[in-house]
């Protein structure tokens, strides 16, 4: 079964319209059922709700991500189908956004917005939505999902406590960023359509970009990495409201040096030539637009900037922190040690990797590397390299060796493989097979130090608990690799994984690199 959670305040003039799009759905293989949870409605919303048959949860007015909540704790389906109130869904809708869950590896899908109203400032909106759906055609997985059009599976949603209700406005982004820190697949179904009102006025378009921008400063505390990027925004609108802050300080820097006046007009003039190709869209899509496409531009930054810098200094009382994770800071001291140690280490290494070369090649003639994918940061696949250390043809040769593998849960190691060679037992003793994987540290695969690197099929049997480990990089030494390496079971490893990522710091790592050699020379867990 799938069910269909809307949330609802004093919405008399749509949900009527919403409900009869949404159960009059039609090419699906199985039931679903409507939920509508009222949230403090004060304009007779429940009455219309009861009307329509729909199942009706009443709530005092807590927010949006309250009520979605609620609704999906009484849910029965196993999917569950999110909507808002202001949205009509096309007859189809039910159906496209299911589908991706045919695969069992997705746990979450994004749908789209069309619109049918004439306003030239919906019409802007509008193909700004058309402009990221454009970027997330291009891309297998996504990390943005947002809830006018989405669906979960109702287990991973709710083993992730929902959504965030500290958070308004973007409460969604937030619950499909904390899934994607944990390797979860999520995809774009472009079918799964809902008609929506956007914004026909300025100021109400200012408004609400405003507090997305205010709320979202607040988010960015948990998830700071999508500052930078996410599989939606484009890069475009991150660089306009920096040009455009810049713009504003030197504006005001003229009236003490009047070059700086002119530094301000080229900075504007660059705000608006980094977003030509969204200007192209409206050309060949929606000419008309165009008219209003300079101020709405100007607009949607400044509303932005000025949301994000009141989120900053001002930000709201609560603090329900729930994510795990580096800040923008260390991340990018860490950056700098693993390019630097990178660096380092390919030049330092190249001896005894030519040695070991030599050793491999005279055993048995075959190939001096191996490659083989690993899950990395928010486990997306990357191409881990190391010196071969077991016989051509060994990964075919894995299956009936796994009943005799040691250690429960999903980690896979034993000690006397029969597969590995006379060469690779020396290599793996003193890990010197490990030594090429600083070229996956100095393009940004992997880090000097994080979890282990985990083969893909390996991650995809964690649990949800186990999949907090994917919130770094992996790296070539850590918590696991000084403390017991292969005779740790997958508990003690996320025990002291999950402890390191919580508690980071640049200092720790410098610890567990000056661990590393001592851990190497006593070899314990080393097979």
């Known amino acids: 079964m799938i069910s269909v959670v809307i949330p609802v305040m004093n919405g008399a003039r749509t949900i009527q319209g919403c409900l ?33 048959g729909a199942c009706l949860i009443r709530q005092p007015h807590t927010g949006k991500s309250a009520a979605r909540n609620a609704g999906a704790w009484r849910a029965a389906g196993g999917i569950l189908a999110f909507t808002d109130a202001d949205c009509e869904p096309d007859p189809y809708w ?12 997705i746990v979450g899908v994004k749908g789209a917005y069309l619109t049918q109203q004439r306003s030239l400032v919906a019409r802007f909106v509008q193909l700004e939505h058309e402009s990221k759906y454009e970027r997330l055609h291009r891309q297998e997985y996504i990390d943005f999902i947002d809830t006018y059009s989405a669906a979960y599976r ?15 406005g973007v409460e969604d982004q937030e619950l499909s960023f904390r899934l994607a820190r944990k390797g979860y697949r999520m995809v774009f179904a472009p079918g799964a359509v809902v008609y929506h009102q956007h914004a026909e006025r300025m100021g109400v378009y200012f408004s609400r970009k405003f507090k997305i921008g205010y709320w979202k400063a607040f988010m960015l505390r948990w998830v700071p990495e999508k500052a930078l990027s996410d599989s939606y925004t484009l890069s475009s609108q991150r660089y306009q409201i920096v040009l455009l802050g810049l713009s504003a300080s030197l504006l005001l820097a003229g009236f003490f040096w009047a070059p700086a006046w002119i530094f301000s007009a080229l900075a504007l003039l660059l705000f608006y030539l980094v977003d030509l190709p969204f200007i192209g869209l409206i050309w060949r899509r929606d000419a008309p637009v165009l008219s209003l496409a300079i101020p709405l531009l100007f607009l949607r930054a400044s509303s932005q900037l000025l949301g994000l810098a009141a989120g900053l200094l001002f930000p709201p009382v609560q603090q329900h922190r729930r994510s ?21 280490g390919l030049v330092l290494s190249t001896p005894l990797v030519l040695l070991s070369a030599i050793a491999i090649k005279l055993e048995d003639g075959g190939p001096v590397f191996f490659i083989q994918e690993r ?9 881990v390299i190391k010196l071969r250390t077991m016989s051509v043809g060994s990964q075919d040769r894995l299956k009936p060796l796994l009943e005799h593998n040691p250690l429960h849960g999903p980690v896979f190691k034993i000690p006397h493989d029969p597969r590995v060679t ?10 010197l097979d490990e030594l090429p994987q600083f070229w996956n540290v100095l393009v940004g695969e992997m880090s000097l130090v994080g979890p282990r690197p985990e083969e893909t099929w390996v991650v995809a049997l964690y649990d949800d608990e186990q999949r907090q480990r994917l919130a770094v990089k992996p790296g070539m030494t850590g918590p696991m690799q000084v403390s017991g390496r292969g005779e740790l079971s997958m508990e003690q490893r996320l025990a002291l994984e999950l402890d390191y990522i919580r508690d980071y710091s640049l200092l720790h790592d410098l610890g567990y690199l000056m661990r590393t050699l001592p851990a190497v020379i006593r070899g314990k867990g080393a097979f």
């Open 20 to 52: 009869r799009a949404v159960l009059d759905q039609q090419g699906l293989d199985e039931p679903y059922e409507v939920i509508v949870v009222d949230d403090g409605s004060t304009d007779g919303t429940p009455e219309l709700v009861a009307d329509t």
């Open 94 to 105: 039910l159906k496209h956004l299911t589908e991706p869950f045919k695969d069992p590896q």
């Open 154 to 168: 109702r287990e991973i949603f709710q083993q992730n406590e929902g959504f965030e209700p500290a958070l308004h």
């Open 324 to 344: 795990t994770g580096l800040t923008l800071v260390s991340r990018s001291d860490k950056r700098l040690v693993d390019v630097v140690g990178g660096l380092l």
């Open 375 to 383: 899950a990395g940061e928010n486990g997306r696949p990357f191409r």
């Open 422 to 431: 006379r060469a690779g037992k020396f290599l793996r003793r003193w890990s």
